[in-house]
Nanobody, 120 residues
Framework: VQLQASGGGLVQYGGSLRLSCAAS????????MGWYRQAPGKQRELVAT???????NYADSVKGRSTISRDNAKNTVYLQMNSLKPADTAVYYC???????????????WGQGTLVTVSS
């Protein structure tokens, strides 16, 4: 199973970006999908998560500015980020807490990260 994140880039203060992360492989079901970020010199932190049924959770720092969604048929999670600030600059990682394939259960899978840079 692989998680491929995309959509990062350079954006101006107040701009928007949409991140995507697609899980590939013989996947039957994915539980919670989420986005985390790590800024230079800081620890990785939660941005948002979404359950298979669509329940969401957001960090206070992005609440009201970001929307997480998922397409279960495509095994893909999205993060729409608006009103971006320089403090949002970080590498964004997608995560799956556990998933079921045709042969096994896999836990705590991470994508490779996509860089978001917000200029002031």
């Amino acid at each position: 199973v692989q998680l491929q994140a995309s959509g990062g880039g350079l954006v101006q203060y107040g701009g928007s970006l949409r991140l995507s992360c697609a899980a590939s492989g013989s996947i039957l079901s994915i539980n919670v999908m989420g986005w985390y970020r790590q800024a230079p010199g800081k620890q990785r932190e939660l941005v948002a998560t979404i359950t298979r049924s669509g329940n969401t959770n957001y960090a206070d720092s992005v609440k009201g500015r970001s929307t997480i969604s998922r397409d279960n048929a495509k095994n893909t999670v999205y993060l729409q980020m608006n009103s971006l600030k320089p403090a949002d600059t970080a590498v964004y990682y997608c995560n799956v807490d556990w998933l079921i394939t045709r042969t096994k259960v896999e836990y705590d899978r991470w994508g490779q990260g996509t860089l978001v840079t917000v200029s002031s």
